[in-house]
């Protein structure tokens, strides 16, 4: 299977929260990231988190971190228009000589 | 402080013709990286260098594609001859360093389409 995996699409209501799930294959992934991807740019980190914790908080964004399962989520509290984008989930680790390994990207679409 | 920045940002040519891409990292990054990103997908690497030395270019497809970074500033990125299928947007990157703690950083990328 995919080394990173991701769902391809989620829609979500203004307003609401979204929930990104990511599920990763190497267990000595360092640091997992986000990044989002709007149409026509460059992608931009959003957050990460190193493989020693579980939960990391900053504004509307929360990233959880199940190790065991090596599952990895991205919440967006009171998702806005804005927020409209792909969503890259991403690991590096020391297997590939540190090197990041992206997933295909979640596309988020807002629902007025 | 400036980002990473790319030019051109689009760029369509026929196939066989030779095309170029430059990348202009953030001040004070050792570390540059190249990545290819096809329609649908998440960006894939290319090669990496650190300061003017290519360090993983395990990835490029060296009978048509190649880069340099002659100063370990900037960088170009060359094809020739472009093939149909190396439409894609070519995505550039620069950190810090190039282990697992430092953060990368991407341009806005150029998309390339081949006729």
């Known amino acids: 299977g995919e080394d990173v995996e991701q769902s391809l699409f989620l829609s979500v209501r203004e307003g609401d929260s979204s929930v990104i799930n990511c599920t990763y294959t190497?267990?000595?992934?360092?640091?997992l990231y986000w990044y989002k991807q709007e149409p026509g740019a460059g992608l931009q980190l959003l957050t990460y988190?190193?493989?020693?914790?579980d939960m990391k908080q900053d504004q509307r964004l929360t990233v959880l971190l199940n190790k065991k399962d090596k599952h990895l989520s991205l919440r967006i509290a009171d998702t806005q228009t804005g927020d409209s984008a792909i969503y890259f989930c991403?690991?590096?680790?020391?297997?590939?000589?540190?090197?990041?390994?992206f997933g295909k990207g979640t596309r988020l679409h807002i629902l007025p | 402080e400036a980002g990473v920045v790319q030019s051109p940002r689009y760029k369509i040519i026929e196939k066989k013709q030779p095309v170029a891409f430059w990348c202009n990292p953030i001040?004070?990054?050792?570390?540059l990286y190249w990545y290819r990103q096809n329609l649908g997908q998440g960006p894939e690497l290319l090669i990496r260098?650190?300061?003017?030395?290519?360090?993983?270019d395990s990835q490029l497809p060296k009978d048509r594609f190649s880069a340099e970074r002659l100063k370990g500033v900037d960088s170009t990125l060359k094809i020739q001859p472009a093939e149909l299928g190396d439409s894609a947007v070519y995505l550039c990157?620069?950190?810090?360093?190039?282990?697992?703690?430092?953060?990368?950083?991407f341009g806005p990328g150029t998309r390339l389409t081949v006729l």
């Open positions: 260098y650190e300061n003017e030395e290519a360090v993983d």
């Open positions: 988190i190193f493989s020693n914790m």
């Open positions: 190497d267990s000595s992934s360092t640091y």
């Open positions: 001040s004070g990054h050792n570390t």
């Open positions: 990157a620069s950190s810090l360093g190039g282990g697992s703690t430092d953060t990368q950083y």
């Open positions: 991403a690991e590096i680790t020391m297997n590939r000589d540190d090197k990041i390994i």
